[in-house]
């Protein structure tokens, strides 16, 4: 009876590991990933000085009562003032994957009394975004900083609602450089189904305003055709 036991164990066990789902395999980036270098991009005021967020929340036609999904909030510049734009019947979601960013902004909505923002912790690969829940994903100054760009951009496709924008802030300059060229950011879209409808140059500078519509079904991670090097 023992030895039966041991073997109908061996048998159950056996088979919970075959029902595991394998996590799916997405391919690799033929390009540079630059390091996170620190929760703020710049001091606010400087930031404020050039009116950059003024700007993209005109480009991204931010109304009342939409949700938005700042993913890499870091401190939270973007995230303060997307606030008070969607108003009390709009809602802002701040990402980030680093914990102790993560609190810190949490303490930060809380100081500045910010009840429509809520605060979540992401992972390299994943942001976490609710399904459909987003009206605008905004990615500033941070999508060259992403590890794995097609499993990131994979998962982060079904939080937008249908016909919701993705917006991606950044520096038209190597990867290496802290900034990613137009033309590479929109062939890694592209890989994912999603096509630009929007795209600007910001003032005084070489940050670029680009906004992605999905077009197309979103591929099977094994399916995805990544970008060439």
């Known amino acids: ?83 008070p734009v969607v108003g009390k019947k709009g809602r802002v979601l701040a990402e980030d994957i680093v914990p102790e960013v993560r609190d810190g902004l949490s303490d930060r909505v809380q100081r500045e009394q910010l009840d429509n923002v809520s605060v979540k912790l992401g992972t390299p690969d994943d942001p976490m975004l609710p399904a459909a829940s987003f009206d605008r994903v905004l990615m500033v100054h941070m999508y060259h900083e992403v590890q794995s760009p097609y499993a990131f951009l994979w998962h982060l496709r079904d939080g937008v609602k249908p016909n919701g924008l993705v917006v991606v802030v950044d520096s038209n300059r190597p990867v290496s450089r802290h900034g990613i060229p137009p033309a590479e950011l929109k062939c890694e879209f592209a890989a994912l189904g999603m096509q630009p409808v929007k795209f600007q140059m910001l003032t005084g500078g070489e940050v670029y305003y680009m906004a992605f519509r999905a077009t197309g079904p979103k591929p099977a991670p094994d399916k995805i055709v990544p970008c060439k090097g």
């Open 1 to 83: 009876m023992w030895t039966r036991a041991l073997a109908l164990g061996a048998v159950a066990a056996l088979a919970s590991c075959r029902a595991q789902p394998t996590e799916p395999k997405f391919p690799t980036a033929h390009r540079d990933v630059a390091p996170i270098v620190g929760d703020a991009f710049s001091t606010e005021d400087a930031r404020d000085r050039v009116g950059e967020a003024e700007e993209v929340m005109q480009l991204a036609e931010l109304k009342p009562g939409m949700s938005v999904a700042d993913v890499g909030a870091g401190e939270g510049y973007y995230t303060v003032r997307l606030a």
